[in-house]
């Protein structure tokens, strides 16, 4: 599986998704079911979880070309410094932009336990709710 860095603007849009979860400005709250641990992540600061978890994956899978974050800061600060308003796209766009983030950023050891996992994940989970809210126990055309 190959990785890359999501641009600035990939991580600013799925953060501006978060507010419309609720209706409330742009972040994240909630609990890590695998580390016990609440967290609450204003726009900027979710920004930077997200990045930082997709460069981790380019560490992790290309070590001699990712050396470190501390390469990054005007990555992180792109990232940060796009992350408010209103979101851009459509319901679909962002599962796809969500989708992709998500391959992007597996290729390390602990993402299935970091809270860009468990936040984008519930993402995922409230936009595939509001395009099918409930399940489906028939449908036109069954045999």
């Not at 641009?7 to 994240?28: C, F, L, P, Q, W």
């Not at 408010?84 to 679909?92: I, L």
Request: with cysteine; hydrophobic share 35%.
């Amino acid at each position: 599986m190959s990785a890359w860095l999501c641009s600035a603007e990939h991580i600013a849009e799925i953060v501006r998704h978060t507010g419309n979860m609720y209706g409330k400005d742009a972040g994240a709250l909630g609990v890590n079911p695998i580390t016990k641990k609440s967290y609450g992540y204003g726009p900027k600061a979710l920004a930077e979880l997200l990045a930082t978890e997709n460069l981790r994956s380019l560490m992790a899978r290309y070590p001699e070309d990712y050396k470190g974050l501390k390469d990054f800061t005007e990555y992180f600060a792109d990232c940060r410094s796009k992350a408010k308003g209103k979101a851009r796209v459509s319901t679909e766009e962002v599962i796809g932009l969500l989708r992709s983030y998500r391959y992007q950023s597996c290729e390390h050891e602990e993402w299935i336990s970091s809270d860009a996992y468990w936040i984008t994940r519930r993402m995922l989970d409230k936009r595939y709710n509001t395009l099918v809210p409930t399940e489906l126990w028939s449908y036109e055309g069954e045999e």
